[in-house]
């Protein structure tokens, strides 16, 4: 079946610095691709998404590129925020079947 | 605004009881699911309802149940069967059955459970 595998966290970063966090995944088909960030004690919620190989899905500064020759889906941001912490989940649909998410990565972005 | 409302935030109790958490969405989503989030797990799927009257199990059923007798709700009861119920429960919401391409999940907040 479809699955994702994304980075173990935690993650912490300084302030400015470059953030990549890998996420890879196994489906048959083309699936649809998604990034989703959970702030502390809240929700989660659709950061971006790709539906197509090659296609880059962008929103607040962050960048995936659906690459299906490698099958990867890495979130990028060039230059985080303290308020860029939270967790950050790679996710995938592929046709009929139910989103699938990976564990999720914890970010910590320190002043 | 419209959106998923979760309550309550934090919920105690003894274990052998039944508990019911409360979901509602006001985004005029055919779609409703119920989310269990466990430390270092991720997201797993509890259960799911494409439409009124209609719901199908998850991958960890066991020991909850579910009803959608309205469009706007989808409550979730975690049973005394439900082995270890400790955790933080999710409600989300879709346009439709095909949530691939145009249609993302809403999350509410979410209701922290704890059985003692």
């Known amino acids: 079946g479809n699955s994702v595998t994304q980075m173990e966290g935690p993650v912490t970063l300084s302030e400015e610095a470059f953030l990549t966090i890998n996420c890879t995944y196994t489906?048959?088909?083309?699936?649809?691709l998604f990034w989703y960030v959970q702030y502390p004690g809240e929700g989660l919620q659709l950061l971006l998404k790709a539906t197509k190989a090659d296609d880059k899905g962008s929103n607040k500064g962050f960048e995936a590129t659906y690459r299906k020759e490698t099958t990867s889906f890495h979130l990028e941001k060039g230059s985080v925020q303290v308020s860029d912490s939270a967790v950050y989940f790679c996710a995938l649909q592929g046709g009929s079947e139910k989103l699938v998410f990976g564990k999720g990565t914890k970010l910590t972005v320190n002043p | 605004d419209g959106g998923i409302t979760q309550s309550p935030k934090y919920l105690f109790r003894k274990e052998g009881q039944n508990v019911t958490l409360s979901c509602e969405q006001n985004?005029?989503?055919?779609?409703m699911y119920w989310y269990r989030q466990d430390p270092g797990q991720g997201l797993r799927l509890i259960y799911y309802s494409q439409i009124v009257n209609d719901f199908q199990k998850g991958d960890i059923a066991e020991g909850y149940s579910v009803s959608r007798e309205k469009k706007e709700s989808f409550p979730l009861t975690v049973t005394s069967a439900q082995k270890n119920p400790t955790a933080f429960y999710l409600c989300?919401?879709?346009?439709?059955?095909?949530?691939?391409?145009?249609?993302?999940?809403?999350f509410g907040n979410g209701t922290r459970l704890t059985v003692t």
């Open positions: 989300a919401s879709s346009i439709g059955q095909d949530s691939s391409y145009n249609s993302p999940l809403h």
């Open positions: 489906a048959t088909g083309y699936p649809s």
């Open positions: 985004l005029n989503h055919d779609a």
